[in-house]
């Protein structure tokens, strides 16, 4: 039995998604398709849109056959960690023979051959990648510059032309795909990967090409126009399956807009003044400097707007800084992480399957290395964040995850906590 797995976000889903699931499926000739997707917040460090029930239903009305969760404890971390973390989960699903996902450059040789590089690391690379990180230089920044000075040396890199190279560590998904590699490459797994190029407009782009556009331009649109305006543009450029779950949600006032941002970067402020700038060691990569940067500026005069800027330089990027804060906001330090690293992954979350592909559950409770968990329920009946079974200390931040986000709804008769505890499991 042949299983193509894809690693998304859908936020939300839009065509250039259809066009990327169609042709996987294509691709890999094989009727049965899993999908292991950010839960409520994602890799960028930011709330979703919609919420991972959802953005489930969209995924199954648009041929996904059945959706798992991504644990928190690792989706709100660097792509390495992200990417690893998923191709990870499912290779100890032992279901998922292959893997494709969409990039700017189309072309799995010479990602494959970057990806191997990277892992590799000559001594030359090691060498370059420090000089540029003391020059205080960030880390993406840092690498391609390391690996532009020396891939001359590598017997698969160097038939390939610098400027090329130097554009393929620049794309976004590119990179992300480069780490989905490496994945697999660190994991000597089995599952094969294959690449599509990414159609329509790129990934931050907000214009639209024919009926793509990115999820970026949708989010916008939603938080710029009125609501009615704002489905009226968005139905072109989404599928009917998708664009039908967004117009229900919306219209509950179950969904999130861009003032979210307000809500959590004040209460992430109001922690960050309770703490010491020693104290915010405790958080992986809150270290060299940076405690005292957050401690600095949480004490400023707040303004929203301006407080992710205030963070920002030379060395370090937004969404780093963002999933910072949101580690912060969870409490989710480094002695956590590390406890939900142990052995991981601990369990594989089904959030929802298609009707007519009941075998694939059947499938997977049968062959994964790793518990499945349908109704969480069933595994714990309380959030527990200071447990140190890690299964039920990681499942504890999903929950988590989803009680805090409620709280972010524009419409707040939706905050109710505990709605994994209640929200059934999803069946179309």
């Given at each position: 039995m042949s299983v193509t797995a894809l690693i998304v976000e859908y936020n939300p889903f839009h065509n250039g998604h259809q066009y990327h699931l169609n042709q996987s499926k294509k691709i890999t000739q094989n009727d049965d398709l899993i999908v292991i997707m950010s839960g409520n917040f994602t890799q960028r460090g930011e709330a979703a849109?919609?919420?991972?029930?959802a953005r489930t239903e969209q995924a199954l009305n648009c041929g996904a056959d059945l959706v798992l969760e991504l644990p928190l404890t690792y989706n709100i971390r660097s792509a390495e960690y992200f990417a690893y973390y998923s191709v990870l989960s499912l290779a100890k699903s032992n279901l998922v023979d292959s893997i494709v996902f969409g990039s700017e450059?189309?072309?799995?040789e010479i990602l494959t051959a970057v990806a191997e590089a990277l892992v590799k690391e000559s001594s030359e690379f090691k060498k370059e990648l420090q000089q540029h990180l003391a020059n205080g230089v960030d880390f993406p920044t840092a690498r391609r510059k390391a690996l532009l000075s020396c891939y001359q040396n590598n017997s698969e890199l160097k038939k390939y032309n610098k400027n090329r190279i130097k554009r393929i560590l620049k794309a976004p998904n590119n990179i992300l795909g480069i780490e989905y590699l490496k994945a697999i490459y660190r994991l000597n797994s089995t599952i094969k990967a294959h690449?599509?190029?990414?159609?329509?407009t790129d990934y931050h782009s907000q214009e639209v090409n024919e009926n793509y556009a990115s999820a970026s331009l949708i989010r916008n649109l939603i938080n710029s126009r009125t609501q009615a305006e704002a489905l009226t543009a968005a139905n072109k450029l989404m599928p009917a399956g998708s664009w039908e779950i967004l117009k229900k949600e919306m219209e509950k006032g179950r969904f999130v807009k861009k003032d979210y941002k307000t809500k959590i970067l004040s209460k992430t402020v109001d922690q960050l003044?309770?703490?010491r700038a020693q104290d915010l060691k405790k958080f992986k990569g809150i270290q060299n400097g940076l405690e005292n940067r957050f401690v600095e500026k949480a004490a400023a005069s707040f303004k929203a707007d301006l407080f992710l800027d205030s963070l920002k330089s030379k060395n370090l990027t937004e969404s780093r800084i963002k999933r910072k804060l949101l580690q912060v906001y969870f409490g989710l330090d480094a002695e956590?992480?590390?406890l939900a690293e142990n052995n991981a992954p601990h369990y594989l979350r089904v959030l929802g399957l298609k009707k007519d592909k009941e075998y694939l559950l059947s499938r997977l409770q049968q062959k994964s290395e790793v518990e499945i968990i349908i109704n969480p329920a069933a595994k714990i009946n309380k959030i527990n964040l200071n447990a140190q079974d890690p299964l039920v200390l990681s499942l504890s931040f999903d929950l988590l995850a989803s009680d805090l986000y409620a709280l972010l709804y524009q419409n707040s008769d939706h905050s109710s906590a505990q709605r994994d505890f209640y929200q059934k499991f999803i069946k179309i």
């Open positions: 849109l919609l919420d991972k029930w450059a189309g072309d799995i690449t599509i190029k990414r159609v329509g003044r309770r703490y956590k992480i590390n």
